[in-house]
Nanobody
Framework: QVQLVESGGGLVQAGGSLRLSCAASGSIFSRYAMGWYRQAPGKQRELVAAIAPGGSRNYADSVKGRFTISRDNAKNTVYLQMNSLEPEDTAVYYC?????????????WGQGTQVTVSS
C-alpha cells in the first residue's frame, strides 16, 4: 500500500508559478513510477508528467518547456514545478504511483490539489 498526499496548489495569476509536492508513505517509493495527472471540469483526467524509478521523464505536449517533474527518493517526495502558468492549466492535480510487480500493476492516487490560474 502507498499513501499519497499532495500539497502546493492554489490561486495564481497567468504567467506565475507554483510547485506541487506529493509525499508518499507505506512502501518502497524508489521502485514506483510517479506521475502527475490533472482533471479540469467536464474533461477527462490526463497525464501531465511522469518520472520513472530510473529518472527518465515524459511530459504532455501542452506543458513541455513550462513544467518540470522531479523526485527525491530520500524524502519519498515527487514535485511538479509549474512555470508560465496559463488559465488552461486550471484543474485538480493528482499524484499517481505505479509499479509492475510479479505481473500485477499496483496503482495509487492522491486526493488531489486544486490549481486555479486567473487571466
Amino acid at each position: 500500500q502507498v499513501q499519497l498526499v499532495e500539497s502546493g496548489g492554489g490561486l495564481v495569476q497567468a504567467g506565475g508559478s507554483l510547485r506541487l509536492s506529493c509525499a508518499a508513505s507505506g512502501s518502497i517509493f524508489s521502485r514506483y513510477a510517479m506521475g502527475w495527472y490533472r482533471q479540469a471540469p467536464g474533461k477527462q483526467r490526463e497525464l501531465v508528467a511522469a518520472i520513472a524509478p530510473g529518472g527518465s521523464r515524459n511530459y504532455a505536449d501542452s506543458v513541455k518547456g513550462r513544467f518540470t517533474i522531479s523526485r527525491d527518493n530520500a524524502k519519498n517526495t515527487v514535485y511538479l514545478q509549474m512555470n508560465s502558468l496559463e488559465p488552461e492549466d486550471t484543474a485538480v492535480y493528482y499524484c499517481n504511483a505505479e509499479r509492475l510487480f510479479l505481473g500485477t500493476t499496483y496503482t495509487y492516487w492522491g486526493q488531489g490539489t486544486q490549481v486555479t490560474v486567473s487571466s
